[in-house]
């Protein structure tokens, strides 16, 4: 991994260093990003250090099946010897899965969904996020929009990149909203990391503690002061520490809640996040107290009091640094209806790789109760 501020504006010069035989780079990001111009230094970097890139620029959020396809096209008529993600999660996803898929026609998308399906090599990846949040850079998770609302992850080792650039300038300009979204979508992954009832270890306990702390302390000042470098650096780190405690420990039912909110409503996958967290922490109180109380020690240190009582100052501090942030808290804020509610808890319960890892087992009618105190 390289951790540098800048490391955008001299990409061409660092690649080059990593991968001194590769000429045609696949660039892999989305058209705002794009046409914002905040790519061009890290486009004339590498066009100076002799790479023909060739830029993919129409990833969307929450990308369907056929953005994947044809992006992985692209990258073939190009040639491409190598990958470049470079933006939020869903280019950073698209990413993955055009290195798997553009050399080789032995395997195709259809087979790889769900975990360690992938039975193919990939084209060198490399991952530079521009926002604090899916972790995407370091994990070995792409999510797909298959149909018309259903949200599949590819989960295989393949899909871990070669090389993750960490450059915190790039996440400067992040608007307040997307900040806060992507930045609390980092601490579910730090807190559902800390609590997955399986694959849980002293590793991602770790990951997921020291990401928790970064990732509490500098949230609000970073939506404060979006130029705060010292903040960015710790979002950016905290992010990629969450992303690695949950590669290691999945994560569970704030993300299954979570995929619904984004699969019928094309809400961003932070936000919905953010707007199921306190309702699944309460659901999960009882069962996983002893772990929430560890967490509040990181966010409050020094706390007395029982494991429920920290737990219940957890919840509450999450929810407060929610509403600090002025984002949305209601699922009827973002469009969604009431009578829509049934329709998410039945789709949440197709998440049955995430929700074997919640502290607590999660029914369809206990999904539609979370929904409802969310609503
Ligand atoms: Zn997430």
């Known amino acids: 991994m390289v951790v540098e501020f800048g490391a955008a504006r001299r990409l061409g010069a660092l690649l080059r260093t990593q991968f001194p035989s590769l000429t045609r780079l696949c660039v892999v990001t989305d058209g705002f990003l794009h046409k914002s111009g905040l790519l061009d230094q890290a486009l004339a970097d590498l066009s100076a250090h002799g790479w023909n890139a060739t830029v993919i620029d129409d990833v969307v959020a929450d990308p369907p099946e056929h953005i994947v396809l044809d992006a992985t096209s692209r990258a073939r008529e190009a040639s491409a010897e190598i990958v470049l993600g470079l933006g939020g999660g869903s280019s950073m996803d698209v990413a993955k899965l055009i290195a798997v898929l553009a050399p080789q026609d032995q395997q195709a998308l259809s087979e790889m969904y769900g975990v360690n399906k992938v039975t193919v090599s990939r084209l060198p990846l490399v991952q530079m996020p521009t926002t604090a949040g899916t972790g995407s850079e370091v994990t070995a998770v792409s999510i797909v929009t298959v149909g018309e609302a259903k949200k599949l992850g590819v989960v295989a080792p393949q899909l871990v990149a070669d090389l993750a650039v960490l450059d915190a300038e790039l996440t400067l300009g992040l608007p307040v909203v997307a900040t806060a979204a ?64 949950f590669a290691n420990s999945p994560v569970a039912a704030v993300h299954a809640l979570a995929y ?116």
């Open 182 to 245: 992507t930045g609390i979508d980092a601490m579910v992954h730090a807190i559902e990391a800390y609590t997955s009832a399986h694959l849980k270890n002293p590793v991602s306990d770790m990951l997921a503690v020291k990401a928790l702390e970064l990732l509490w302390r500098n949230l609000l000042p970073a939506c404060e002061n979006g130029q705060n470098r010292e903040a960015r650096e710790a979002m950016l780190l905290g992010a990629a520490f969450a992303g690695q405690a």
């Open 260 to 375: 619904p909110i984004g699969g019928i409503y094309h809400v961003p996958h932070g936000l919905s996040n953010a707007l199921v967290l306190p309702h699944v922490l309460r659901f999960n109180a009882e069962a996983a107290a002893h772990l929430y109380a560890e967490l509040a020690d990181v966010i409050v240190p020094g706390m007395t009091g029982s494991a429920r009582s920290k737990t219940l100052t957890l919840i509450e501090r999450l929810e407060l640094m929610i509403a600090a942030t002025e984002i949305p808290v209601r699922l009827r804020d973002v469009g969604i209806e009431r009578s829509g509610l049934k329709r998410m808890a039945s789709d949440a319960m197709l998440q049955t790789r995430l929700l074997m890892n919640n502290p607590r087992s999660v029914t369809e009618a206990d999904a539609l109760a979370i929904y409802s105190a969310a609503f």
